[in-house]
């Protein structure tokens, strides 16, 4: 079904760069723009109309999910090119960040008499404020990881693998309903904990260690991102005093999210916090990052060029500060958060208090 209102902003901007058209084939832009949930096919926009191209296994499909569309069938790419020509196309949009060199070869080729332009990330752009439909799947996705989360830390204890961790969680968030995992799950324990993205292992689980689980699932297409850090046992003067640490940098920047600070500047508030400690050299990422088809979009909470982007209500970014110590351990804590006209909304709803599970 026709999107207008998402198709009328990808207008507008085709109007101001003076496009006659523009061609979509990255899954998650595909996707935004038409509906179109298979693996393989273009979506075109005119000014006039609307094309989706693919090829026999997804006519019926596109037939169901792309109603208001023009369906083409692809006998191979070149059908495309074909369509391009007979269109009378001049400039034309490309996802540059994209598209394959042979791809853009090809089209040069084919089609010469057409100028080709890079769309700069156009669609990323407007992908970045989400609508109602995208948040409250994204909300839908966050409740499957609260749930998930909470069922994990009865399976959690002394001896029980990495890995095996990963697997439950993901077998028990299917059965709620979500598609899959939105990224390979980070569980890492003890020493591992210092691994930002220390991803499952056959490592077991020892008395006394952090565990770190960043986890998240996909519904409906859009993604969930959690962590939360646990100790196995009863936690020591040390382990307190870092998840105290990165608790508050979380809580603290947390509370500055609102429209129209940048995310650089709420990076710098967990940033500031955790160097004020004597830490500053064991937090290397970036505070935070947008989330919605893809687990990692724009805006970022970081110190880079996409911190320097304005948050805006519907924007949804991760905060997730951490500290990483080589052969000791490390905490993570991260909540999915929604810019909201006067401010923030967390749509993780896991406690963030140090859990010890004995």
């Known amino acids: 079904m026709i999107n207008s209102v998402r ?84 400039r034309l949009g490309i996802e540059d960040n994209f598209a394959t060199l042979q791809f853009v070869k090809n089209l040069e080729e084919k089609c010469s008499h057409i100028d080709i332009v890079p769309l700069k990330g156009v669609l990323e752009k407007i992908r970045m404020i989400k609508d109602k439909e995208e948040i409250e799947l994204i909300r839908r996705a966050a409740e499957i990881t609260d749930k998930a989360f909470n069922h994990i830390l009865d399976f959690i204890k002394v001896g029980v693998k990495e890995v095996d961790i990963a697997l439950e969680l993901e077998y028990f968030m299917k059965k709620l309903g979500a598609e899959g995992p939105s990224f390979k799950f980070i569980i890492a324990s003890g020493k591992r904990s210092a691994m930002p993205h220390g991803v499952a292992s056959d490592k077991v689980v020892e008395e006394g260690d952090f565990v770190t689980i960043d986890m998240g699932c996909i519904y ?25 640490i990165v608790l508050e940098a979380q809580e603290k920047s947390l509370k500055a999210i609102r429209p129209d600070i940048k995310g650089c500047e709420v990076d710098k508030i967990a940033r500031d916090i955790i160097a004020g400690y004597g830490y500053g050299e064991y937090f290397g990422h970036g505070l935070g990052h947008g989330v919605g088809l893809e687990i990692h979009e724009n805006p970022r909470l970081a110190q880079s060029e996409m911190g320097k982007i304005a948050l805006k209500p519907g924007m949804i970014v991760t905060d997730e500060p951490g500290i990483y110590i080589p052969d000791f351990g490390g905490v993570r804590i991260e ?19 140090l859990i010890e599970i004995s």
Do not use: W
Request: a neutral charge; glycine letters at 6%.
């Open 220 to 244: 409906k297409g859009y993604c969930s991102d959690m962590t939360r850090t646990i100790v196995v046992g009863k936690a020591n003067e040390e382990q307190k005093k870092i998840y105290n």
């Open 7 to 90: 198709i009328e902003q990808l207008k507008k901007y085709m109007k101001e760069a003076d496009l006659d058209s523009v061609i979509i084939f990255k899954p998650e832009n595909r996707r935004y723009i038409s509906g179109f949930t298979g693996t393989s096919g273009y979506v075109i926009i005119t000014d006039e109309e609307y094309y989706m191209a693919t090829d026999f296994r997804y006519l019926k499909q596109v037939s169901v999910q792309c109603k208001g569309f023009k369906i083409i069938e692809l006998n191979s790419v070149h059908t495309i090119f074909n369509v391009l020509n007979e269109l009378k196309i001049k």
């Open 335 to 353: 909540d999915l958060i929604l810019v909201t006209e006067d401010g923030y909304e967390v749509l993780s709803k896991t406690t963030k208090e």
